[in-house]
């Protein structure tokens, strides 16, 4: 698409609704306005307007316009918004209009923010943080995505560059007196202490990053143990609805059975898996037992379920975060930790005491996650090429300045390219066909 046609979409939802907004960008953006037969509001303003079709004059809609004049608009050119009454008929009736207007073609996925990208209104982890904003679905996600996309992560980046440009500066500078040793150790003794604190901020970025990803994705929460301990009813009453099937018949869940909640915030991927013994003689069940097996390696959270009246003859592979010790109404139960919980599935015992300990684990697993700066698989492999770059400097002491120069450069490109400044063609496609149409 040239980026000086002008662009249209329906950036809300679409359906029926009570208001439609239609975004149009580009250097046409008024004279489509023009076209409908309207003044053009003032800059930001909302002025009321009938729109006109330029076929038989008639009102189409009567609808509020905005105008945005560039740069100062979302994409950085000119944008006008059309707040239309919600009826898909009106919508397609402006379509209509549109595609019988010069210079005016539908927008494709991500266009609009791409044009943000262009003229330097978004950064790339601003982009991401949009994308990510958008497909937010708890509340850990939306705080997660609202730093990256206010620009706040982008700051931690950009100062992170600025050191590594200002350690290249020291060594560059020094390069011309290299025959001086005594200019030589200078730089050394100015440079390596910027590169050794950079490299403990990075490292400890990069450790964070697991609790982003754990936010990002959604905590991987594995139920299991015996058959016939009460798996699936624990996965029905987390989820809040009959999610698995319930029977007194060993062997009923033969694969795993999935369900997504919010708990405390953080999105849990609920896994009830096949009740984990030695002794089945059926194929079937010995498939969904390896799969069991497999998800408990996965795991970000085991609940193991055990009940009294079930003999237990295979024990977790791990450590169980949560121990559920069920049918309480069939005799004392010894609990052995905090993090176990003697409950009644069938009379709702102790579920209220469960759910408090399944959120203290869950908070603890997402703890400061929402603050992470080191998101994404492409941030994590800069941050750690970054990393390695300056091991490189610090592991040999006598390094010539020309090759710390070097190392440095690297790492500056590896972190320019991070915010898209840099060497980033290659991951405009992917990371903007993350969009819907119309944003």
């Known amino acids: 698409m040239n980026r000086r046609s002008t662009i249209y ?25 023009v076209r409908l037969g309207c003044a053009v509001p003032k800059p930001r303003v909302a002025g009321l307007r009938n ?3 330029a076929s038989d004059g008639r009102v189409i809609d009567q609808a509020l316009v905005f105008w945005f004049p560039g740069p100062h608009s979302a994409t950085g050119e000119d944008v006008v918004e059309l707040h239309v009454h919600g009826s898909p008929a009106v919508i397609e009736k402006v379509f209509s209009e ?24 978004l950064d790339l ?30 700051t931690v980046y950009e100062s992170w560059r600025l050191k590594l440009l200002e350690a290249l500066a020291m060594a560059e500078a020094s390069i011309d007196f290299i025959e001086e040793p005594d200019v030589v150790a200078d730089a050394h003794s100015r440079v390596l202490p910027v590169v050794v604190a950079l490299r403990a901020e990075l490292t400890a970025a990069l450790q964070q990053s697991e609790q982003a990803a754990v936010v990002r994705d959604g905590l991987r929460v594995v139920i299991a143990g ?4 009460g798996k699936s009813s624990l996965l029905n009453w987390l989820a809040g609805r009959d999610v698995a099937i319930v029977a007194d018949v060993a062997g009923t869940t033969r694969d795993v059975v999935e369900a997504v909640v919010r708990i405390g915030g953080a999105r849990l991927v609920l896994a009830d898996t096949a009740g984990l013994r030695t002794d089945s003689s059926d194929d079937i069940e010995k498939l969904g037992i ?13 609940i193991w379920v055990t009940s009294p009246d079930v003999d237990a003859k295979v024990g977790p592979a791990r450590t169980p975060d949560i121990h559920v010790l069920n049918k309480i109404d069939l005799g004392s139960i010894h609990l052995r930790n905090e993090n176990s919980c003697a409950v009644s599935l069938k009379s709702g015992e102790g579920l209220s005491a469960l759910h408090a300990v399944l959120l203290d684990v869950v908070q603890k697993r997402s703890k400061l996650g929402d603050s992470a700066v080191v998101v994404r698989d492409r941030h994590v492999f800069a941050v750690s090429q970054t990393i390695r770059k300056l091991n490189n400097i610090l592991a040999t002491g006598d390094l010539g300045l020309e090759v710390v120069a070097e190392e440095l450069r690297s790492a500056v490109r590896l972190m320019s390219s991070i915010t898209g400044r ?18």
């Open 51 to 53: 729109l006109l079709s």
């Open 226 to 229: 015996p058959p016939n301990v």
């Open 98 to 121: 549109f595609r019988l207007m010069e210079h005016l073609v539908p927008a494709e996925a991500g266009a609009f923010t791409r044009r943000a990208f262009a003229n330097n209104v």
């Open 290 to 302: 390896a799969k069991a097996e497999s998800r408990i390696g996965d795991a970000d959270i085991l």
């Open 422 to 439: 840099l060497d980033v063609e290659d991951l405009l496609g992917k990371i903007f066909s993350e969009f819907c149409i119309g944003k």
């Open 125 to 154: 982890v601003e982009v991401e943080g949009l994308a990510d904003l958008l497909a937010a679905e708890s509340e850990a996600q939306r705080l997660l995505a609202m730093r990256q996309f206010l620009g706040e992560a982008s």
């Open 9 to 33: 979409a329906l950036s809300s939802g679409s359906g029926r609704a009570g208001i439609a907004v239609i975004r149009v960008s580009g250097p046409a953006a008024c004279d489509v306005v």
